[in-house]
């Protein structure tokens, strides 16, 4: 088995040396994680997924990937509901 960085070189290589032009390979970057999430938020992006440059290939879940997702948050103001009617007890509708 071989760590991410060393599949990485092998698949570029691949990829170079046979000018496969419809698959692109994604860029490695070094930044702290902190100003890659700033960039990729700044940019719209729904999310960067981070991973360990040594880390070894497994199937199932891991700590050597972490998946980071941007949730858009806002605030509102509920000025209204409609009582409970049915199944619901706490409140009808917003």
Not at 2 to 21: C, E, F, G, M, S
Not at 46 to 53: M, S, V, Y
Request: net charge positive.
């Amino acid at each position: 088995m071989l760590p991410l960085i060393d599949r990485r070189a092998i698949l570029k290589n691949l990829l170079y040396t046979n000018d496969v032009a419809s698959i692109r390979l994604s860029d490695d970057f070094t930044d702290p994680p902190q100003d890659l999430l700033k960039s990729a938020c700044k940019l719209g992006l729904e999310g960067i997924i981070l991973k360990k440059a040594g880390a070894f290939y497994t199937s199932s879940r891991t700590a050597d990937w972490f998946k980071f997702k941007f949730t858009k948050r806002q605030e509102f103001i509920i000025n209204g509901y409609t009582e409970p009617h049915g199944l619901r007890t706490d409140f009808g509708a917003l």
